[in-house]
T-cell receptor, first 115, second 115 residues
Framework: AQSVSQHNHHVILSEAASLELGCNYS??????LFWYVQYPGQHLQLLLK??????LVKGIKGFEAEFIKSKFSFNLRKPSVQWSDTAEYFC?????????????FGQGTTLQVKP | DAGVIQSPRHEVTEMGQEVTLRCKPI?????LFWYRQTMMRGLELLIY????????DSGMPEDRFSAKMPNASFSTLKIQPSEPRDSAVYFC?????????????FGSGTRLTVV
C-alpha cells in the first residue's frame, strides 16, 4: 500500500532562516507528488505539484521541491522563511496507475516562524 | 468558479443528534473526497466518490457515518447518532481525474463540535 512519511512533526525557525521539510513515499511506480499548506483556521491549499519533467518544481510564495526518484523523496524547500509562512504543510502522493485521483497524505509538519 | 462549497461552517450539536454536512464540488470535477482532520489523527480519508459512485468507504469509522452523492453537484456526510469523539473539522475536496492534474481543491471545512 502507498504511504507518505513526513519526518518532522514540528519545526521552529526564525525569519530569514532556510527551510527544508522532508517527505518520503512508498510506491515503486509512477507517482504524482504534491505539497499542500494549511494556514491557521483555513483549508488546505496547493503549494506545488510534480508530474513529470524537471524534478525541481517551483511553487507559489517562493517554495520549491525536488523529486529524487532514487530516494523516493519530495522535500520542500524555501531559502528564506517569513513569519507569514507559519502553517501546517502536507505532502501527498497519487500513484500514476490510479484512475480515481485518490491522494495519500502525510501526517503533516507544523512550521512556526518566529519574527 | 466559487470553489468547493461546504456548509455549515460550524456546527455544535448534542450527543445523540443527527448531523448532516454538505458539499458542492467544483463544476466539472468528477471525484469527491471527504476527509476528517483532528489533532490526534491528522487528515483521514473517510470516503471518496468517482462519477457519483462510492469507490472506497474503508475510512468511514463506523456505521453511524454515511455518505451520499445523489448527483454530480452535491454530496452529504451524515452522522447518526453523533458522539463527542466525532468532533473534528470535516473537509470536502474535489478533483478532475480526466486531466493529468490530480490535485484536489478543498472546501473551507465544517468544524463540528459534539457536546
Amino acid at each position: 500500500a502507498q504511504s507518505v512519511s513526513q519526518h518532522n512533526h514540528h519545526v521552529i525557525l526564525s525569519e530569514a532562516a532556510s527551510l527544508e521539510l522532508g517527505c518520503n513515499y512508498s510506491y515503486g511506480g509512477t507517482v504524482n507528488l504534491f505539497w499542500y499548506v494549511q494556514y491557521p483556521g483555513q483549508h488546505l491549499q496547493l503549494l506545488l505539484k510534480y508530474f513529470s519533467g524537471d524534478p525541481l518544481v517551483k511553487g507559489i510564495k517562493g517554495f520549491e521541491a525536488e523529486f529524487i526518484k532514487s530516494k523516493f523523496s519530495f522535500n520542500l524547500r524555501k531559502p528564506s522563511v517569513q513569519w507569514s509562512d507559519t502553517a501546517e504543510y502536507f505532502c501527498a502522493v497519487n500513484a500514476g496507475s490510479s484512475n480515481t485521483g485518490k491522494l495519500i497524505f502525510g501526517q503533516g509538519t507544523t512550521l512556526q516562524v518566529k519574527p | 468558479d466559487a470553489g468547493v462549497i461546504q456548509s455549515p461552517r460550524h456546527e455544535v450539536t448534542e450527543m445523540g443528534q443527527e448531523v448532516t454536512l454538505r458539499c458542492k464540488p467544483i463544476s466539472g470535477h468528477n471525484s469527491l473526497f471527504w476527509y476528517r482532520q483532528t489533532m490526534m489523527r491528522g487528515l483521514e480519508l473517510l470516503i471518496y466518490f468517482n462519477n457519483n459512485v462510492p469507490i472506497d468507504d474503508s475510512g468511514m469509522p463506523e456505521d453511524r457515518f454515511s455518505a451520499k452523492m445523489p448527483n454530480a453537484s452535491f454530496s452529504t456526510l451524515k452522522i447518526q447518532p453523533s458522539e463527542p469523539r466525532d468532533s473534528a473539522v470535516y473537509f470536502c475536496a474535489s478533483s478532475n481525474t480526466g486531466l493529468l492534474n490530480y490535485g484536489y481543491t478543498f472546501g473551507s471545512g465544517t468544524r463540528l463540535t459534539v457536546v
